[in-house]
């Protein structure tokens, strides 16, 4: 009996099978070929214009990263990122699509009255990578004019040379305005210290402590200096900076490390006063500091203030003139490799592979029908014959 056991095809079968077929699977191959063929011929030409720009931690502006502090926390990005991947970054931003869709009247052309709808589709036309081996990143755009598409690409590049140029700027301002306040603090209280230093010398008679006792004063007034600069500059990163910054923790690690060092002269400071109480109550006197212990250990509170309100005001006073010095820098943080020019060949649709795709997907499917055929006309051929026995 033919239908009782199911038998393997051979290749014999096989072939018989689409040689009975063969006019559908022509048909099938003809029409996707000739549709793919149309789509390809209809389809409007697609141009892509590339612009190419060095970050500048490759080039004579010096790392970016360097130039703009902590940004990278602002916009989200980790701290091991590359120049170049935070220009990607940056490229992508809402504030620099827009100025690119309202230049462009891109929503016009994209036929959308949702905002958030154009900038997925002039997304979807931006192409913008870094090189990994040179780090130089490409600024491409599609457009069907290749005018067009040049233009775009290198309006592209343009904000985002204002857009990094302005971060940079603001950033340095704002680091200046913070020293400038801490500077005028610092220097109140050097004046604070002077008066106060000058009023107990005038009481007090005394004019100056031993050799000793000011160097472990000079001590301490640095390292509480060092503790006032840490302070600030951790004040400063906890604006912007994650908790997990590598910067911040770093700045954390090193104030604990001076704390534990303040605390350690201070109680030599304190040892040191009581053996000068010491040796005057038994007659051992110092001549720099009178006869009564209560003057030394007043003497070394007013020359510790003022030496610390002295390195304060200098530190801050290095910072300040620093962050002027960085205000006053040339912010070129993106260089132009070459510019985007009008492209002369199309970058889509790729006509020949389109028809090629397409005519062998009809020859697949055309293939495949004849199988479910065969399979369905020798399903009916068995149910026949077991209805006729």
């Not at 959308?112 to 192409?127: F, Q, Y």
């Not at 389109?354 to 005519?359: C, K, P, R």
Request: with cysteine.
């Amino acid at each position: 009996m033919p239908y009782e056991e199911e038998q393997e095809l051979s290749l014999l079968d096989i072939f018989h099978i689409l040689w009975r077929r063969r006019g559908l699977i022509f048909l099938l191959t003809f029409l996707f070929g000739a549709a793919a063929t149309t789509y390809a011929f209809m389809a409007p030409f697609i141009y892509r214009a590339e612009c190419r720009v060095l970050p500048p931690g490759s080039g004579r502006g010096g790392g970016l990263m360097s130039q703009l502090g902590g940004f990278a926390d602002l916009v989200g990005l980790p701290t091991t990122s590359s120049n170049g991947q935070m220009l990607v970054g940056v490229l992508k931003g809402n504030s620099v699509v827009d100025i690119i869709i309202d230049k462009f009247n891109l929503m016009q052309e994209y036929e959308e009255e949702i905002r958030i709808n154009a900038r997925k589709a002039v997304l979807e036309n931006l192409e913008a990578e870094e090189d990994a081996k040179s780090g130089i990143v490409s600024v491409a755009f599609l457009n069907e004019d290749p005018q067009k598409a040049a233009d775009i690409a290198n309006e592209f590049v343009r904000q985002l040379q204002l857009k990094m140029s302005e971060i940079a700027v603001r950033s340095a301002q704002e680091k200046r305005q913070f020293f400038e306040a801490q500077l005028n603090q610092a220097q109140q209280q050097l004046i604070e210290a002077e008066n106060a230093m000058m009023k107990y010398q005038q009481n007090s008679g005394v004019l100056a402590l031993g050799s000793q006792t000011a160097s472990l004063l000079g001590s301490i007034a640095s390292i509480r200096s060092q503790i006032a600069a840490k302070n600030v500059e951790i004040s400063s990163l906890s604006s912007y900076a994650r908790k997990d910054n590598p910067r911040l923790k770093l700045a954390q690690s090193q104030l604990e490390a001076m704390t534990r060092e303040l605390h350690r002269l201070e109680e030599e400071q304190r040892r040191t006063e009581r053996r000068q109480q010491g040796r005057i109550l038994s007659g051992d006197i110092l001549s720099s500091l009178g006869n009564v212990p209560e003057i030394s250990v007043e003497y070394m509170r007013y020359e510790r203030d003022l030496r610390f309100a002295n390195v304060k005001y200098d530190t801050m006073l290095r910072q300040y003139e620093n962050a002027k010095l960085s205000e006053a820098s040339d912010f070129s943080t993106v260089q132009i490799v070459d510019p985007a020019t009008p492209p002369d060949w199309k970058f889509k649709p790729k006509r020949a592979q389109i028809m090629i795709i397409g005519t062998m997907l009809g020859f697949a499917l055309g293939v495949f029908w004849a199988f479910i055929s065969e399979s369905l006309r020798a399903s009916r051929a068995s149910r026949e014959y077991y209805d006729d026995d």
